[in-house]
């Protein structure tokens, strides 16, 4: 069965500087999705990524597919408080037609 | 236009009991999908409904079932509740073969067993 993992789990970073969350999926897949979850509340989309190479950016987040290398990355550019939150990604299961998410990435966004 | 609805917010059960959470799609959606997310996890796929029938199914036991309605909201049922049934539950909605790709979350339920 296709498995995604992400990595960090967990990321402490302070205002303004730049960082990398690593998601990787088992097996190929055409559609990447990546969510934001504040504590206690649901998943909000911020990009859905349907082929290889594809890049998408919105605000200080950008995201990006590689699906030869089985491998997306959400890039976080000088970062403020707000953007705390869990973040996840999930793939897409043609087969099964459902999304498997990854554990999450925790983001403390330190002042 | 409202999005995907759950009902209710928050809910308490005992052990052994049963209990029923509630989705409404978002309009002009007709396909719906549950997921739990335990605590400091990631959501796990329970079911997906469309065209009122069950089209796919994750590992979760048989205590775990649903029903769609012609209306295209959807319930879910688990019965003889466990301490590990406690977690968010969560609804999805989308469009089956429209195109769309995007997959709309509801704000789901909290489920507390004691």
């Known amino acids: 069965e296709l498995k995604v993992e992400q990595n960090p789990l967990f990321l402490s970073m302070q205002e303004g500087k730049n960082y990398t969350i690593y998601c990787n999926f088992s097996t190929t897949s055409d559609r990447l999705y990546w969510y934001r979850q504040d504590p206690g509340k649901s998943l909000e989309s911020l990009f859905v990524?349907?082929?290889?190479?594809a890049v998408k950016q919105e605000g200080r987040l950008m995201a990006s597919l590689d699906t030869k290398a089985r491998l997306s990355t959400l890039h976080i550019t000088a970062a403020v408080h707000d953007l705390s939150a869990t973040y996840f990604c999930?793939?897409?299961?043609?087969?099964?037609?459902?999304?498997?998410f990854g554990t999450g990435t925790l983001l403390a966004v330190q002042p | 236009d409202a999005g995907v609805t759950q009902s209710p917010t928050h809910l308490i059960k005992t052990r052994g009991q049963q209990v029923t959470l509630r989705c409404s799609p978002k309009?002009?959606?007709?396909?719906v999908s549950w997921y739990q997310q335990a605590l400091g996890q990631g959501p796990q796929f329970i079911f997906q409904y469309y065209e009122e029938e069950e089209r796919q199914r994750g590992n979760f036991p048989d205590r775990f079932s649903g029903h769609q309605f012609p209306n295209y909201s959807s319930e879910l049922n688990v019965n003889a509740l466990l301490l590990g049934d406690s977690a968010l539950y969560l609804c999805?909605?989308?469009?089956w073969g429209s195109g769309s790709y995007e997959q709309y979350f509801g704000p789901g339920t909290r489920l507390t067993v004691t």
């Open positions: 990524l349907l082929s290889n190479g």
């Open positions: 999805a909605s989308t469009s």
């Open positions: 999930a793939s897409w299961d043609g087969a099964t037609n459902k999304l498997i």
């Open positions: 309009s002009g959606h007709d396909t």
